[in-house]
C-alpha cells in the first residue's frame, strides 16, 4: 500500500536555528513528490515538486531534497513568516492515470522570534 | 492569473440537509480534484474529473457523495443526507494534465459544518 510519513509532526524553533523536515514514502513507482505549504484557515500553496533521487530545488529559506526512500525540507536561518504547517505528497504509478497525490499528516512548524 | 476558487468559503448545515459545494478550477487546467481535510486527518482523495473521461470516484466515502464537471470546467461536489462525520474542509485542485507529475493548485477549500 503506498504510503507518505512526516515527522516530527510539530517542530519548534528559534529564529534563525536551522532545520529540517523529514517524509518518508513507500510507493510503488514515484512519479513526483510535492510539497506544500498551509496556513491556518487556508489552502494549501505548492512549494516544490521533485522526480528522481538527488534531485535537489531550493527557494528563498527552503531546500528540498529526494533520496529513493524519503523527502527533507531544510529550513535555513528560519523567520517567524514560516510559521506554517508542511505538507508533503506523492503522486504513484499505482495510481494509474489519475494522479491523484497521498498526502503525509503534516509537519506544523512554529518560529519564535 | 486567478488561482483555483471555492464557493461557498464555509457552510453551517443541518445534519440529514444536502449541500453543493463549487469549484472554478485554473483556466485551461484539464484535471480537476476534490479532496477532504478532516479535523486531525490528512487530505483524502475523493474523486477526479479529466475532461471528458469518466471521473475517478475511488475515493468518495459513500453514496452520498456525488460530483459532476459541467462543460470541462466547473465542478460541483453534492453531498446528500449530510451526517456529522462530514465536517471537514473540502478542497478543489486543478492541474494541467493528470498522472504525469504534473503540479495539483489548490483552491482555499470549503468549510463544512454539519450540526
Known amino acids: 500500500e503506498d504510503q507518505v510519513t512526516q515527522s516530527p509532526e510539530a517542530l519548534r524553533l528559534q529564529e534563525g536555528e536551522s532545520s529540517s523536515l523529514n517524509c518518508s514514502y513507500t510507493?510503488?513507482?514515484?512519479?513526483?513528490l510535492f510539497w506544500y505549504r498551509q496556513d491556518p484557515g487556508k489552502g494549501p500553496e505548492f512549494l516544490f515538486t521533485?522526480?528522481?533521487a538527488g534531485e535537489e530545488k531550493e527557494k528563498e529559506r527552503l531546500k528540498a531534497t529526494l533520496t529513493k526512500k524519503e523527502s527533507f525540507l531544510h529550513i535555513t536561518a528560519p523567520k517567524p513568516e514560516d510559521s506554517a504547517t508542511y505538507l508533503c505528497?506523492?503522486?504513484?504509478?499505482?495510481?494509474?492515470?489519475?494522479?491523484?497525490?497521498?498526502f503525509g499528516q503534516g509537519t506544523t512548524l512554529q518560529v519564535k522570534p | 492569473g486567478a488561482g483555483v476558487s471555492q464557493s461557498p468559503s464555509n457552510k453551517v448545515t443541518e445534519k440529514g440537509k444536502d449541500v453543493e459545494l463549487r469549484c472554478d478550477p485554473i483556466?485551461?487546467?484539464?484535471?480537476l480534484y476534490w479532496y477532504r481535510q478532516s479535523l486531525g486527518q490528512g487530505l483524502e482523495f475523493l474523486i477526479y474529473?479529466?475532461?471528458?473521461?469518466?471521473?475517478?470516484k475511488s475515493g468518495l466515502p459513500s453514496d452520498r457523495f456525488s460530483a459532476e464537471r459541467t462543460g470541462g470546467s466547473v465542478s460541483t461536489l453534492t453531498i446528500q443526507r449530510t451526517q456529522q462525520e462530514d465536517s471537514a474542509v473540502y478542497l478543489c485542485?486543478?492541474?494541467?494534465?493528470?498522472?504525469?507529475?504534473?503540479?495539483?493548485?489548490f483552491g482555499p477549500g470549503t468549510r463544512l459544518l454539519v450540526l
Open positions: 485542485a486543478s492541474s494541467w494534465a493528470a498522472g504525469t507529475g504534473e503540479t495539483q493548485y
Open positions: 474529473f479529466q475532461g471528458n473521461s469518466a471521473p475517478d
Open positions: 483556466s485551461g487546467h484539464t484535471a
Open positions: 510507493v510503488s513507482g514515484l512519479r513526483g
Open positions: 521533485l522526480y528522481s
Open positions: 505528497a506523492v503522486q504513484a504509478e499505482g495510481s494509474g492515470n489519475t494522479g491523484k497525490l497521498i
